[in-house]
């Protein structure tokens, strides 16, 4: 799939070199948009959720970052997040222009717990699901798939965040260890870099077009 995406900070170009208008900045949609889809960004605890949204989005992604505080305690596992003091409380949003006709609307999901029931809500007409996962902390992914299951009924691709000490699994190791069926796609990801995350989510385009289609039995 091709994509072609532009950077709000530099903004259209200008043809005399004078600064734009401020309000000519605003990345709009392209005229030539015909097709929008919705999708879920879902993972554990400090998966990098907020990080890949904001890394991919073409608008100035809306979060909502609160300090972490004792609420979780004992429910959340912070081992391997020390560095971690503030959390999604509500949502994450974004944007992204996939090529001249499709854009995404990115919906990034709180990962404590105690927010957990808020996912069938923002789950409402996505399209597909990215679930984020972090390899040295694989044992919160499983309640992570359990609550797809439950909640979220749209096809999903899981995402391997890579983080600097992330030793790297085989797919087929982390298959069987989060018991994924064969056609779920996992593509390792780097949250942090765009296009690294901007493959992911194409990947999971793909698997959820292929997904529909077969549905709708085409
Ligand atoms: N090195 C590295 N750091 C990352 C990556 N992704 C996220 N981080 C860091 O990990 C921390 C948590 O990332 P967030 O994006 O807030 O994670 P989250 O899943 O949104 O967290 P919650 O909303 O609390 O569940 C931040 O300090 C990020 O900078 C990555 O790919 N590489
Ligand atoms: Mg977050």
């Known amino acids: 799939m091709a994509f072609a995406t532009f950077d709000p900070a530099s903004g259209p170009p200008s043809a005399d070199g004078e600064p734009e208008d401020p309000v000519e ?6 005229g030539s948009i015909t097709r929008t889809a919705k999708i879920l960004v879902v993972g554990d605890l400090g998966v990098g959720k907020t990080s ?3 890394s991919v989005s073409e608008i100035a992604p809306l979060s909502t970052e609160e300090p ?9 596992d912070l081992t391997g997040l020390d560095g971690k003091t503030t959390t999604t409380v509500a949502m994450d949003f974004g944007r992204i222009t996939m090529n001249e006709r ?24 996505a399209v597909g699901v990215l ?3 972090d390899s040295r902390r694989l044992a919160g992914s ?3 798939l359990d609550q797809i ?3 979220v009924p749209a096809p999903f691709a899981v995402a391997v965040n890579h983080f600097p000490d992330t030793h790297p699994h085989p797919h087929e190791q982390l ?3 989060l018991d994924l069926l064969p056609e779920t796609p996992i593509i390792d990801c780097n949250a942090l870099d765009r296009a690294s995350s901007i493959r992911a989510l194409v990947t999971l385009a793909g698997h959820a077009i292929a997904v529909h289609g077969r549905k709708d039995g085409r």
Do not use: C, S
């Open 25 to 30: 900045r605003i990345p709009y949609l392209p």
């Open 52 to 54: 890949l949204i904001g």
């Open 68 to 76: 972490l505080t004792q609420a979780g305690e004992g429910v959340d």
């Open 102 to 125: 499709l854009a995404l609307y990115l919906f990034g999901t709180p990962g404590q717990r105690r927010f957990w029931n808020m996912w069938a809500g923002l789950a409402e007409g």
């Open 131 to 133: 679930v984020l996962v």
């Open 142 to 144: 499983f309640e992570v």
């Open 149 to 151: 299951e439950a909640q």
């Open 175 to 177: 298959r069987q260890a």
